[in-house]
């Protein structure tokens, strides 16, 4: 683990999911499970809630944890929470994913003054395989 202030470390940042995030979001159920310097990585347990005919994760709830990941990536880049707001999502859906938890891996690519830019990758928690690929541009207020 880096040397992140403690507001960034894992248990912070799952804090930050409850604290934080509209309830639609936390009912998600995503859960910490690495921080390294500027990325996070999430996982997003399967759920019929979030689960589309025949089984597939909707990418309605792919783009919300994509989103919610980089939010708490930026928490480790700056070492607190600092508000912003997504300006930019450009997202791939690459192929279903069904019957497994999602990695959901987001990382800070650069953030500036005003900017921060990032990108996410989802892929199957039991088979490794990408199934969607986001480029996110953010305000930092």
């Given at each position: 683990?880096?040397?992140?202030?403690?507001?960034?470390?894992?248990?912070?940042l799952?804090?930050?999911?409850?604290g934080?995030f509209?309830?639609?979001?936390?009912a998600?159920?995503?859960?910490?499970?690495?921080?390294g310097?500027?990325?996070?990585?999430?996982?997003?347990?399967?759920?019929?809630?979030?689960?589309?005919?025949?089984?597939?994760?909707?990418?309605?709830a792919?783009?919300?944890?994509?989103?919610?990941?980089m939010?708490?990536?930026?928490?480790?880049?700056?070492?607190?929470?600092?508000?912003?707001?997504t300006?930019?999502m450009n997202?791939?859906?690459?192929?279903?994913?069904?019957?497994?938890?999602?990695?959901v891996?987001?990382?800070?690519l650069?953030?500036?003054?005003?900017?921060?830019?990032?990108?996410?990758?989802?892929?199957?928690?039991?088979?490794?395989?990408?199934?969607?690929?986001?480029?996110?541009?953010?305000?930092?207020l």
């Amino acid at each position: 683990m880096s040397g992140a202030p403690a507001a960034a470390e894992p248990p912070a940042l799952q804090a930050a999911l409850a604290g934080l995030f509209a309830p639609w979001v936390q009912a998600l159920g995503l859960r910490v499970e690495q921080a390294g310097d500027a990325e996070v990585t999430l996982r997003l347990p399967a759920s019929d809630q979030l689960a589309r005919e025949g089984g597939t994760l909707c990418g309605q709830a792919m783009m919300a944890a994509a989103d919610t990941a980089m939010v708490l990536a930026l928490m480790r880049q700056f070492g607190e929470f600092r508000p912003c707001t997504t300006v930019q999502m450009n997202t791939s859906f690459l192929r279903p994913l069904a019957g497994q938890d999602a990695l959901v891996r987001a990382r800070v690519l650069r953030a500036g003054r005003s900017l921060a830019f990032g990108e996410i990758d989802i892929a199957g928690a039991r088979d490794g395989k990408s199934v969607c690929r986001a480029s996110v541009t953010y305000a930092l207020l």
